[in-house]
């Protein structure tokens, strides 16, 4: 209680954290769900894609945003703010373009976070009833969920990435191990190197299988999102990008090569047609790992599903905030916890949002995977490659204003190279949107129109004049709608808080 006379205690308006270069990397690497990501999307991915071409796919979508990587980690020595792809494209297209950015990321994040929670409390539900559980419906397995993630947000980054870090570590073991097994005992072709070759990746139907691995990706941007609560943000940013692009698109390739050869290349696709729910989780891990694989497996499937939703439920906790530090949203979101320095009223405002996203589909009878999780995964996917071409134009526009940096290879020929892929990447979403949502073009056409409406409304918000507390580096990045003028060589054009940390 504040004493009488004693001036009012201002609320904390700064973040505060240790995370080093692991603890940002198991935070991306829980976004992409490793054993979600080859037990639930890779067998679609071999059936309806190019088969046992589909490991290179992962390999070409990680050489795409290693390019990407190489200007966004340049750009992150000059800019350490929260709002990450937010801030890049307001620092280098302006902030119209910036809040814009900031709209397709808060449709991003909310709609995988909303689509996961559907397919964790399947999983969740399928697992309490196989080991005598109550039978409960998912939306209520989606309401418990909801509030250990919504309690976990609340305190500081550093609890929740030490929690991942334990699901990751034993996700990312059961499928090694998985892959070990198969590569040991062998499959009916043999250790066949196939999937890599040129024409293996042409052949069937490259673009769907590229359109899913670019999925696996989302959350990638969480190496800048958490920039403000690194130990040393510009050594740390930068090396956990290439980290984590290097070990998801090596990782995925490696497990979905063992998946091939397990099945053979020649049958892999026929295989996985038949056992799209089951191939991995079912099927392999019975035949390689016994009952331990029957029984452990589907348990890890469900941490790592909880693992996402805890990782993109931080994400969005730290848009909202890097939002209300500039006045694009409400200036109550700007404020962190005064224990823990976590951006807990950002937490409690997106718990309520996937409430009532949730609540949405529960009251419309929607199927929670075939819908719900279906649908929101694929919006999701276009909206963060439009998300990644801005930053990536914001990065070519940046340095080309200044002589901050006269790296050509990092700041021009890089960036420009994986704009480019991404452009490719985008163009074969398109071209499959209606396969990846598994729904009709009408329903294409309204979440492509979801994706317009998100990137306009946020361009809209600029009108208002930024409300950030004076030296904050958001208000720094966006005052009065300018852009900054580029500083003398060397010199960091943003700064985190000046609030201790």
Known sequence: MTEPGAPAQQPATGLRGSIGVPGIVFLVVAS????????GALPVMLALGNAAGTPVAYLAVAAVLL???VGYAAMSRHVTDTGAFFAYVTRGL????????AGLALLTYTAIQAGIYGLAASTLQSLAVRYGGPQLPWWAWAAILLAVV????YRNIDLGAKILGVLLVLEIGVVALLSAAILLRGGPEGA??????PTTFASGSPGIALMFAIASFIGFEATA?????ARNPRRTVPIATYVAVVLIGVFYAFASWAVVVAVGPSR??????????DLVIGVLSARYLGTFGAHVLPVLLFTSLFAALLAFHNAIARYCYALGRVGALPHLLSRTHHRYRSPHTGSLAQTVCALVVLAAFTLAGADPVAQLFTWMSGLATLSVLVLMLLACAAVLVFFARGDIDRRAWNTRVAPALGGVGLLGVLAAVLANFTTLIGGSTVLAVLLLALVVLAFVAGAASARRPPSAAPGSAAAATTAAGARPSPPSAGAPTSAPSSAPR
């Open 225 to 229: 999102i958490y920039g403000e609560e």
């Open 150 to 153: 919504g309690f976990l947000g």
């Open 67 to 69: 390019l990407f990587s």
């Open 192 to 197: 066949s190197l196939d999937s890599f070759e």
């Open 32 to 39: 992409a769900a490793p054993l979600t990501a080859i037990g």
């Open 94 to 101: 302006g902030r119209a373009p910036g809040l814009g950015a």
């Open 268 to 277: 892999v696709q026929a295989v996985a047609g038949e056992h799209t729910a």
